[in-house]
């Protein structure tokens, strides 16, 4: 079965540490995305890559960083610079950017930061 | 950028019809999706609107009005599984980004 698969579901990590969530995907999908969703606002967009070896910054990139080595694999790094990191991260992907290309959705990593 | 607004919540019946309202203000528009979210899961693609009028998918219904930038999701005979959150979400002409609501939350009650 295609889809998208994020590790792990739940993640915890004390102040001040760098971690890294896991998104692969087997969709043969161009675009990758990685979003963040807090109680009350909508997804907000971290990072997001059209192709391997290249990515972009969103709207609230500051803290984060990613890799785009694969096709299947678009990593997020939460650093210790990013100042409330505690939040439910989405990976997604889609077909490519434009028309009717919609964005296919993993699980998610809900991270709590203590 | 987009300004994206949706009622926070609604309440409805078993059987019954809801509409959830999207309006938003853009400087470049390319596109309007709809997506289901059941609580603590990933949101799940329900519709797509690019040009107006109302595109139908069996008990579930979007609508487009691009001059008064407003679209809502029409769910019929509503079920209990049916309750979630529904995002609207808004693609920019310009970066082709997507800029998501913060979602309306259905509650359907027996």
């Known amino acids: 079965d295609g889809g998208i698969t994020q590790s792990p579901k739940y993640l915890f990590r004390k102040e001040g540490q760098n971690v890294t969530l896991s998104c692969e995907q087997n969709?043969?999908?161009?675009?990758m995305y990685w979003y963040r969703q807090d109680p009350g606002q909508g997804l907000r967009l971290i990072y997001y890559?059209?192709?391997?070896?290249?990515?972009q910054k969103g709207d609230i990139a500051e803290g984060y960083s990613v890799s785009r080595e694969k096709k299947e694999s678009f990593p997020l790094t939460v650093t210790s610079a990013q100042k409330n990191p505690t939040a439910f991260y989405l990976c997604?992907?889609?077909?490519?950017?434009?028309?009717?290309?919609?964005?296919?959705f993993g699980p998610g990593t809900r991270l709590t930061v203590t | 950028g987009q300004n994206i607004d949706q009622p926070t919540e609604m309440t409805a019946t078993e059987g019954a019809i809801v509409q959830i309202n999207c309006t938003y203000q853009?400087?470049?528009?390319?596109?309007l999706f709809w997506y289901q979210q059941h609580a603590g899961e990933a949101p799940t693609f329900l519709s797509y609107n690019v040009l107006d009028g109302l595109e139908e998918k069996g008990r579930f219904s979007s609508f487009l009005s691009r001059s008064k930038g407003y679209s809502y999701l029409l769910l019929k005979e509503l079920q209990m599984k049916d309750s979630a959150s529904y995002l609207c979400?808004?693609?920019?002409?310009?970066?082709?980004?997507?800029?998501f609501g913060a979602g309306t939350t259905v509650t359907v009650r027996a």
């Open positions: 890559s059209q192709i391997v070896n290249d990515f």
């Open positions: 997604a992907s889609s077909r490519d950017r434009v028309g009717s290309s919609e964005q296919y």
């Open positions: 853009t400087s470049g528009f390319n596109g």
């Open positions: 979400a808004v693609r920019d002409s310009g970066d082709y980004k997507l800029s």
């Open positions: 969709l043969n999908h161009d675009a």
